[in-house]
């Protein structure tokens, strides 16, 4: 229930004034409702269809007197008019209560949206590492579609009980006692309601559960769908998928089971409500007959009205969960949201580097609580304008200690420092980030064209400069070959070109940032001996003008560093110069070089 509250807090918030019109709407709406039912019976009075003394009902008499004194004469086209007029009006004011209603409701899911995408944009590198993908998909589409379904049902459960109230109001004025007979009897079927609520809630639990879990899978196994079919994995694939479909429709099925029991068991006490109540009403009360057949007109419209809000207040309770999913990833990514004092940075400031990065006793590990650290006592200075090569065996530190370098992950002691000033300082980071250009080990590519690609990363750039890049990163004369070149759409996650193509154009798109610090993790790993050359010597061409981190199996890639870091299980164990290194008969460095060289011959 808190969690609902601090989303209507939100949207007291965003939609304001609007919020109270739009409840004053429902209650002009209610009470127009009201007086037109009202206004069957004198109508029925007027035609003739009984003949009775209609002075004895509370409000028809007071319209009759009221008519009386403007010597109107309630006849049939006068009351006809009037009951156009109510009903009319009441609809006219119905659609405008309803767009309003759609556009409060529209507003506040879109700012929900754009609120919970930006803070998970903004969050920590760390913030990402510690949950599933899946997860955040789940919550941007699943979760934030139930909340929206959620946010209407409280509004019609809002507008149903003003409904209400406005007719019990009515109600009561007509025959106290019989409508106080009713809501007792609705107070108690109300008690037994709340067992339904909580189950519902639970049930609702179980939904996010599964349907978190269905969105993880999904994803994964359309990302990994190669290795199924290559690997023939379809038949248990399909078996997990059938037993989580089966798990789902049962869950489906319960909620309507406990949905469906509750609306049987407030319709059949309707019934016996109902007649209760004629018999109490007739043979003990002795009401008149349309005295009472006001009060069962009115029922006949307040009732259902009772059953709504019990299966809205039940659909609400089923709803809850995914209103807590997103407030606790609020929650989350509030807490771990990065460079939280950002104002005042603009979005294109640069660091121009001009003396290098430097790492000082620096210990990092992914999990606190394991005793294995991903880098450990790491010194080390990458000077400016140079080229620096990172090499170890697998699972060595070397994409950690990139990550650190570019201020993703914090140090867990010691300190980053960019040209003397430590990354810790929000300014430093940001303009830092902005001049790197970074091309990833597996390269990211979004299923738009050749030149959407490029541009993601400087908007303005001509197609003279976008072939220039093209050409840096050996990639211009695949491209021409395309079909439609530059304008070619590439597939999703850029399935329809190779992996060096990709690595190639995600290459092109890191220069077109003219970035000051380029980073390239196994970023040439995919490419043939041409190729690669091409681009070794590009990059030898940047080096006086740009600062180079490479990390590269291969060792061929790295001839020209100024300096080359190697790396064993978290630490550096040598530094120098490619030659330098090379020649050290019992360096790591040179083991690493002769198996190469031995696993090329
Ligand atoms: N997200 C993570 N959570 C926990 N441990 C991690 C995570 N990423 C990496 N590690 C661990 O940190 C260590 C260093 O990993 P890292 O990816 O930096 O190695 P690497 O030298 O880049 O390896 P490779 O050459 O295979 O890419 C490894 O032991 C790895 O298991």
Known sequence: MKDLIYFIRKMHGMAGFKLYLNMCMI??????????????????????????????????????????????????PVVLAIYVVIVGGQALLQRSQTLLNAKILQRFIRKLRMETYQGLLHAKWEFFLRHRKSDFNHVMTNELGRVNQGTFLFFQMISSLLFTIIQIGLALWLAPLLTLIVLVSGGVLALFGRKFIRSSKRIGEQTTELSKYYFAGISEHFSGI????????????????????????????????????????????????????????????????????MIVLIFSRLWPRFISIQTSTEQLAS??????????????????????????????????????????????????????????????????RRMTAIVGKSGAGKSTLIDLLMGLIQPESGQVLADGVSIQDERQLLSLRG?????AQDPFLFNESIRDNLKLAAP??????????????????????????????????????????????????????????????????????????????????????????????????????????????????????????????????????????????
């Open 460 to 601: 303005e750039t001509s197609d003279d400069e976008l072939w220039e890049a093209l050409r840096f990163s050996a990639s211009d004369e695949f491209v021409r070959r395309l079909p439609q070149g530059l304008d070619t759409v590439i597939g999703d996650r850029g399935v329809r070109l190779s992996g060096g193509e990709r690595q190639r154009i995600v290459l092109a798109r890191a220069i077109l940032k003219r970035p000051s610090i380029l980073v390239l993790d196994e970023a040439t790993s995919a490419l043939d001996s041409e190729n690669e050359r091409q681009i070794q010597e590009a990059l030898e061409q940047l080096k006086g003008s740009m600062t180079i981190i490479v990390i590269a199996h291969r060792l061929s890639t790295i001839r020209h560093a100024d300096q080359v870091i190697v790396m064993e299980q978290g630490r550096i164990i040598q530094q120098g110069g490619y030659q330098q290194l090379s020649q050290d008969q019992k360096g790591t460095f040179r083991q690493l070089l002769s198996y190469q060289t031995g696993a090329q011959m």
């Open 226 to 293: 190669k290795d199924i079919k290559s690997n023939r994995l379809e038949p248990s694939h399909m078996d997990w998928f059938d037993r989580l479909s089966r798990k789902m429709e049962r869950n489906f099925i319960q909620f309507n089971k406990v949905n469906s029991l509750s609306q049987l068991i407030y319709r059949l006490s309707s019934v016996i409500l109902v007649a209760g109540f004629v018999y109490l009403a007739l043979e003990v009360l002795r009401t008149p007959a349309e005295q009472l057949l």
């Open 319 to 384: 709803n809850f969960p995914a209103f807590r999913a997103i407030r606790e990833l609020q929650a989350e990514y509030e807490a771990d949201r990065e460079l939280a004092g950002t104002a005042g940075v603009p979005d294109g400031e640069r660091l121009h580097l001009q003396q290098g990065i430097t790492c000082s006793d620096v210990d990092y590990r992914y999990d606190a609580s394991s005793p294995t650290y991903a880098l450990r006592g790491i010194n080390l200075h990458i000077p400016a």
């Open 435 to 439: 001049s790197i250009g970074y091309v």
């Open 27 to 76: 209650l002009v709406i209610s009470i127009l409702d009201g007086i037109g039912i009202y206004l069957i019976v004198p109508l029925l009075g007027v035609i003739g269809v009984f003949q009775t003394d209609l002075s004895g009902v509370p409000l028809v008499s007071t319209l009759m007197d009221l008519a009386d004194s403007w010597s109107l004469q309630l006849n049939l």
